[in-house]
């Protein structure tokens, strides 16, 4: 069965500091990958997807995302981030159905 | 209003009531999903449907009932809720294909006492 797996419950980093949240996927062929943020109490905006072809993608908000077929691995990265991104932050894997992962929750340290 | 709409947004109800969340989509997607949230468990897939009159199971069905009945809305119904479904609930939409981004609603919280 497909899985989604990010390792980090909870980061933390300061205002301007570079930003990289793990995700691992566990599936027999390269599914969808996408990275969804949640705010507090709200519901979840898509960041960025990937499906083939180029293994960097932008998104969203400055972010982008590494897919590593060798390390089924497809890691979100910030080169420096801003207090407005602290949120929850969840890697998902789709086929017919969507598996997400249990998050990660994000702190910014002014 | 477009998009993808939850209510009530804000639930309390008691162990044994039946309860129906309600989900509504203005983009004719055929593809509808109830996730619920509950913390360490990421989103968990309750049922899906891939048009109307279409459901499957997800990963935690127990306890839930769904219908389709038009494309545009899809209930969510605990028939005797229990405490353990004390969650926040997500609608979420998408056209066919599944490489094709899930639009969520904005959830709605269920305490059952």
């Known amino acids: 069965a497909q899985s989604v797996t990010q390792p980090d419950i909870h980061i933390t980093v300061s205002e301007g500091a570079s930003l990289e949240l793990r995700c691992n996927y566990s599936y027999g062929a390269t599914p969808y990958l996408f990275w969804y943020v949640q705010s507090p109490g709200q519901g979840l905006q898509l960041l960025l997807k990937y499906f083939s072809g180029d293994t960097l993608v932008q998104g969203i908000k400055g972010f982008e995302a590494e897919f590593k077929r060798s390390q089924s691995s497809f890691n979100l990265r910030k080169p420096s981030v801003h207090w407005s991104d602290a949120a929850e932050y969840f890697c998902a894997v789709n086929n017919n159905d969507m598996r997400f992962g249990a998050g990660t929750r994000l702190t910014v340290k002014p | 209003d477009a998009g993808i709409t939850q209510s009530p947004r804000y639930k309390i109800t008691e162990t044994g009531r039946q309860v129906t969340l309600m989900c509504h989509q203005t983009?004719?997607?055929?593809?509808m999903f109830w996730y619920r949230q509950d913390l360490g468990h990421g989103l968990r897939l309750i049922y899906y449907?891939?048009?109307?009159?279409?459901?499957d199971k997800g990963e935690v069905p127990d306890g839930y009932v769904v219908s389709r009945s038009k494309t545009e809305n899809f209930p969510l119904t605990l028939e005797s809720a229990t405490r353990s479904q004390t969650s926040v609930y997500f609608c979420?939409?998408?056209?066919?294909?599944?490489?094709?981004?899930?639009?969520f609603g904005p959830g709605t919280r269920l305490t059952v006492l």
């Open positions: 979420a939409s998408r056209s066919t294909g599944s490489g094709n981004e899930q639009f």
């Open positions: 983009w004719s997607h055929s593809y």
């Open positions: 449907s891939a048009a109307a009159d279409i459901t």
